[in-house]
């Protein structure tokens, strides 16, 4: 049986990174897939990029990640673009926008937030409809399984039995109409939807960093045996809000804050 480790959202996290890496490796895993925004929010961006690089056999983009590393971005308009410089930059923003495989079976694809945009989101658990990303909502998750353009893909492709995405920063599989849906949740800023936030006593539960395993026969279209494993992992949170704190990184404060209580 093959294992596939996947996950999202590490955003300059590098503490919550190389927890999650050497949980990974002490399973026996060596493919390790990123489902995109590997910058903004955290102190290390640069690190971050580095190690998944140096891990990770497939970087997908994100929409963090278009924002902050696209061409021609002035010196100084973002901070996490300063910090990673050009080359790290050009790299990510060249990351393709999806990927795709067969495990036992399944086609599995995986984006980071859709397959109509980087921002467009199904949210089986919080409406949205009060934030800001209300006109991006995708309320049929059928909508996931689709051959879009922006993914490249046409109605002559196959659609796929599996999706798997991040964004959302909180993890979830579940099924629907014969298919299954998975989110791998962040890596570097977990988030915990609907809960009490720094009233929350038990948010040490929430703040854990998550990632999927998947577990089947890597590349065969035959129908065999294939697991979803969510993992959280506590990582060592002081370490990573001293780095913040020994930054120069703007609304620094409000990164902590969501650290300390898994709450955006």
Known sequence: MDKIAILSDVHGNITALETVISDIEKRGINKIYCLGDSVIKCANPDKVIDLLREKCEVILLGNCDEIICKPG?????????????????????????????????????????SPISLEHIFNPMFPNSDSIYFNKLITNPEDLFKNTEFIGKTKKDPTPDVIGYGHLHTP???????????????????????????????????TMSSYMILEGELNSKQLS?????????????????????????PNKDIIIKSLQTANH
């Open 172 to 206: 979830n599989v579940f099924r629907f109409k014969n298919k299954t849906i998975f989110n791998v949740g962040s890596v570097g800023v977990p988030v915990e939807m609907m809960n009490d936030g720094d009233k929350n006593t038990e948010s040490k539960f929430s």
């Open 225 to 249: 045996s294939i697991s979803f494993t969510l993992v959280r992992i506590p990582y060592d949170i002081k370490k990573e809000i001293k780095y913040l704190e020994q930054s120069d990184m």
């Open 73 to 113: 971005i002035e010196l100084g308009r973002f901070w996490s673009r300063d910090k990673i410089g050009e080359e790290r930059a050009n790299f990510i923003y060249n990351c393709p926008i999806s990927h795709e495989f067969y495990l036992s079976g399944h086609l599995i694809r995986l984006f980071h937030a």
